[in-house]
């Protein structure tokens, strides 16, 4: 047909054909390179304007009609799919929102306030909610054995707040990593961060020379310089006059002690205050990742510009110094680094002086574990440390106290109450407030026959349900570790108690675990629901010096003070202050200490 005899009518739906052809492609490639998306998205109507020139008196009109027909169809096209009975995941109940594109949470989540959000999600929606598309468009309608293979299609995802999912979604044989940590490392980094391997069998061999600093051996060659911090943290605060910020005062002992451990030294935030502003550079830096962790496509792209999230590069910059100026100069005592790049020569294959800098990293973020020190302030808790007098830095004699556990670390073991002593203990206070406040992501993958065939369309059984290929999952680890079905009475509050014998809960708080008048007085105990370190092959790595650390300054600071909050302060304030951003930042934590006689 000559163009010039085209009808306007024609000419448009012309145009709108290729809208959709351009919805078809974005299906099939999820592209993100800046070339082919400006020949989608530019190129194509551009190409097409001629079409319009016929019907229009400018270039102008002409191009405008045809863009917007183009971009209006395009994005009309990606928006019903997903709104439509025919979208894999259209069973699956959630905001009409956040089915239409993850853009949405990408923005709320620089808020801070993600981890709330999905609790009135799950309120509303129940165990399993469809929370988003994070690609350009929409993947496939068909589903596929889990492997451990990656997706090149961009996720839909659901968040699933059901204990049943937490062993088929992240146990031994449960789903890879997603794709969360694409849109945080640049492409063009070909050594990936160990935390942000999507590849299962890469990421066990990764994996073990950190096992090997975290073993028991190596803690207890890190209980002195535990020590040396924990007293300096007690001297410090002793000088101090009035009020002071606890949550501030621990972030400056963990940023120091991880230094130390990790690469022998290097700072004195408690000494000297933040004057680098290295830990507000830390913090900073998670605004702009958690965004692109939202939409991985976006982040894969921006960070292609220099000039983008430069707080964020900035502090990885900082921590690839520190790794190679402890490469360089060594440590007096065997750090963690000693044991990650094997100067003990035990390991059979070393790694690279590459992925040991593009580790280096993880290790500053392990210094947030502290956060949960600041409100175990309980008269039970200090009788029970004071019983140990002189003897209350022996790790070993803390490891026994069973408040303390109970408090911060070790469930007691009740096969009545569903306790799973395999799993990984922690505080009651890292339930209500785990340092990944979202829960880590996972996403089933295709299955690879045999080079360049795919198998066929297969179903990937979890728990109840199905979930499609390329659907990224996640356990929001707030949601789940406040579910009443799983913690009860009382599943919102501080109560170490729940983590004792039932003889010891009926001893302390009669009113709670034995009136059985009173509707809540019915102990619901699941461990198996209780995952603030992660679980499986990917769980926190460092969770055995995390229970140090704790319990070793706890009972320090339980000696040394007497602690109150400051005049006026609402304890409630510190939820509210605090902010999700994949990991936990905290607002202000005033304190008023009194020095112990």
Not at 283 to 311: C, T, Y
Not at 349 to 373: Q, W
Not at 547 to 564: D, P, S, Y
């Amino acid at each position: 047909m000559d163009i010039a005899s085209m009808s306007y009518q024609n000419t448009l739906l012309s145009i709108a054909g290729a809208g959709l052809l351009t919805h078809l492609i974005f299906k099939r490639t999820e592209t993100h390179e800046p070339s082919h998306l400006a020949a989608l998205l530019l190129g194509f109507p551009a190409a097409l304007t001629p079409l319009v020139m016929h019907h229009s008196s400018s270039i102008l009109g002409a191009g405008s009609t045809t863009f917007l027909t183009f971009w209006a169809t395009l994005g009309a096209s990606i928006i019903t799919y997903r709104l439509s009975p025919w979208h894999p995941l259209a069973k699956y109940p959630g905001p009409l929102i956040c089915k239409a594109s993850k853009l949405w949470l990408a923005v709320l989540s620089l808020h801070g306030k993600q981890f709330t959000y999905y609790a009135k999600l799950h309120e509303q929606y129940g165990d399993v909610v469809r929370i988003g598309k994070s690609g350009l468009s929409s993947i496939l309608p068909s589903v596929t054995r889990l492997t451990s293979a990656s997706c090149s299609t961009g996720p839909n995802e659901l968040s699933i707040r059901d204990v049943a999912a937490v062993a088929p979604m992240m146990g031994p044989q449960g789903f890879p990593k997603g794709p969360f940590w694409d849109g945080r490392i640049p492409e063009a980094q070909t050594v990936k961060p160990m935390i942000a391997l999507r590849d299962k069998t890469e990421h066990t061999r990764r994996r073990r020379p950190w096992t090997r600093a975290f073993s028991t051996a190596a803690l207890k060659g890190y209980e002195d310089i535990i020590t040396t911090r924990c007293v300096e943290l007690v001297e410090t605060l002793a000088h101090q006059e009035g009020t002071v910020d606890m949550a501030q005062w621990i972030s400056f002992f963990a940023y120091d002690l991880m230094n130390d451990l990790a690469f022998g030294g290097g700072t004195e935030m408690m000494r000297d205050g933040d004057v680098d502003g290295l830990w507000h550079l830390m913090e900073a830096g998670q605004k702009s990742a958690i965004f692109m962790s939202h939409v991985p496509w976006l982040g894969a792209l921006f960070l292609r510009f220099p000039k983008f999230a430069n707080d964020l590069k900035a502090f990885r910059e900082h921590a690839k110094k520190c790794v190679m100026a402890r490469l360089l100069r060594g440590s007096p005592h065997k750090d963690l680094f000693h044991h990650l790049i094997d100067e003990d020569g035990v390991a059979a294959n070393l790694p690279t002086i590459f992925e040991v800098i593009s580790d280096g990293g993880v290790s500053f973020y392990a210094a947030r574990s502290s956060k949960l020190l600041k409100q175990i302030t309980r008269l039970r808790l200090q009788a029970e440390i004071d019983e140990l007098g002189d003897d209350a830095m022996d790790y070993a004699k803390q490891a026994h106290l069973t408040y303390l556990n109970s408090a911060m670390c070790v469930p007691h073991s009740q096969p009545t109450l569903s306790y799973n002593p395999t799993l990984s203990p922690a505080s009651t206070q890292k339930r209500k407030h785990a340092s990944v406040p979202a829960g880590p992501e996972r996403q089933p993958a295709l299955r690879r026959r045999r080079k360049n065939h795919r198998a066929p369309a297969l179903l990937a059984c979890l728990y109840t349900s199905y979930v499609p290929k390329g659907t990224s999952t996640f356990i929001p680890f707030f949601s789940l570790h406040r579910d009443p079905r799983c913690f009860s009475p009382l599943p919102d509050a501080f109560l170490p108690e729940r983590w004792l014998p039932p003889a010891q809960q009926a001893e302390l708080e009669p009113g709670l675990f034995t009136d059985t008048e009173q509707e809540n007085s019915t102990v619901v105990l699941n461990a198996n629901a209780f995952i603030p370190f992660s679980v499986g092959p990917s769980n926190c790595v460092g969770k055995n010096l995390a229970w140090m650390e704790m319990r070793m300054l706890v009972c320090r600071l339980v000696q040394a003070f007497e602690m109150r909050f400051g005049e006026g302060y609402d304890p409630g304030r510190w939820e509210e202050d605090m902010l999700d951003y994949f990991v936990t930042i905290k607002g202000r934590l005033p304190v008023v200490l009194t020095p112990r006689k």
